[in-house]
């Protein structure tokens, strides 16, 4: 069973760059889809951005298009996003995500896709 891990969250200032990595263990996630998703207080989760097994197809939600990009190294099992120009409004807490699907190619933002999750870090902006 796949576990995640993720780190490099944390207080940053606004304009500031943050790195997250995602750290798949238990078994390969290289024919999975990966993603990242943020929840802030009273709002509900969000598909922030996804990257397909292959690195070749990406999905990015309309608020991080532009600042945030997901990569994946399937040589180590782990996936990135780096936050660039970030905004107190990013303030969330972030959950790296593992597809149910083998393969899948059409990414998207949608929970439902998703099996596994990281235990989710604390990212916070400040202005």
């Known amino acids: 069973q796949v576990q995640l891990e993720e780190s490099g969250g944390g207080l940053v200032q606004a304009g500031a760059p943050l790195r997250r990595s995602c750290a798949a263990t238990g078994r390969t996630v290289r024919n999975y889809a990966m993603a990242w998703f943020c929840q802030a207080p009273v709002k509900e989760r969000e598909g922030v951005a996804a990257?397909?097994?292959?690195?070749?197809?990406?999905y990015y939600a309309d608020s991080v298009k532009g600042r945030f990009t997901i990569s994946r190294d399937n040589a180590t099992n782990t996936v990135y996003l780096q936050m660039n120009i970030l905004k107190p409004e990013d303030t969330a807490v972030y959950y790296c995500?593992?597809?149910?699907?083998?393969?899948?190619?059409?990414?998207?933002?949608?929970?439902?896709?998703?099996?596994?999750w990281g235990q989710g870090t604390q990212v916070t902006v400040s202005s």
């Open positions: 990257i397909s097994w292959s690195g070749g197809y990406t």
């Open positions: 995500a593992a597809d149910r699907a083998l393969r899948r190619t059409v990414m998207s933002g949608r929970g439902q896709d998703y099996n596994t």
